[in-house]
């Protein structure tokens, strides 16, 4: 069985490397290798390079899911990982790609606002990989500035990225900001020019920008170059029955007093 998971980890590791469309069909038949050698989710006792192969292979479907896009796939290797990384630890030698896992991660959480489940990872981590790791390092900054609401040094970190996988979530998270600027500027306003608001949003093209406004309904004015929102004169405020509320009010307070 051992020679079996290392010529699979072996060809997982070429087509991987290469790029290969084929490496997640390979992946499939990898793990279905890894359940046949109960290595998938180990227990017990196994060979430490039998252990190595299957983390290796879990790891780098990790990686492949985000190259693919396929988020719950990343999901569920980061998840079957843990086992390597926790139960096995000091068992096996340390994974090279652990941190750039876990920084994916915590990205990923970012992305999904998961906030308290990203500051929860980071307590689990040694204090000192908070800014000596870059992998770790990276999306602390992120945190940090989207709490601050430099959302320019968000934009700026995808070229400063530790890992070409880490891009495509800064992307997703700044699809997420920019709905966020979109929604802040139609409450506040009821018009905007067409070259702030491709400042604004942090577009470089005429055509991503009218894409996005699309979306939202943002009406163009090729004339005046500027974009109108959407009406609101339909909107019904809520009228708060005042009035009501206090009568209400005054009657508890009166019974209240007589029980009293």
């Known amino acids: 069985m051992a020679a079996n998971i290392k010529q699979i980890h072996a060809k997982v590791l070429k087509s991987f490397s290469t790029n290969n469309p084929g490496t997640t069909a390979l992946l499939a038949q990898a793990k279905l290798a890894l359940i046949e050698a109960g290595l998938l989710v180990p227990v017990g006792e196994h060979h430490e390079q039998e252990l190595i192969y299957a983390r290796d292979i879990l790891e780098i479907g990790a990686f492949w899911s985000i190259r693919v896009k396929d988020v719950p796939s990343f999901d569920r290797y980061f998840s079957q990982l843990q086992t390597f990384y926790s139960d096995y630890d000091g068992a096996i030698r340390p994974s090279d790609r652990k941190y750039a896992l876990t920084g994916l991660n915590l990205i990923r959480l970012l992305t999904q606002n998961r906030i308290s489940d990203f500051h929860t990872i980071l307590e689990s981590l040694p204090p000192e990989t908070l800014q000596d790791n870059k992998f770790i390092r990276h999306p602390v900054n992120l945190e940090r500035w989207l ?18 996988e880490y891009r495509i979530f800064v992307d997703s998270l700044m699809g997420t900001i920019r709905n966020e600027i979109a929604s802040c500027e139609e409450a506040a306003y009821n018009s905007l020019p067409m070259k702030d608001a491709e400042t604004l949003l942090f577009f470089h093209n005429q055509q991503d920008l009218m894409a996005f406004t699309q979306k939202r309904g943002w009406q163009p ?6 974009f109108t929102f959407p009406s609101k004169a339909d909107d019904k405020t809520a009228e708060i029955p005042s009035r009501k509320i206090i009568a209400q009010a005054l009657t508890c307070a009166k019974e209240l007093e007589q029980i009293v």
């Open 147 to 164: 709490m601050e609401g430099s959302y320019s040094k968000v934009w700026n970190a995808r070229e400063e990225a530790p890992a070409a």
């Open 221 to 226: 004015d090729l004339i005046r170059h500027v």
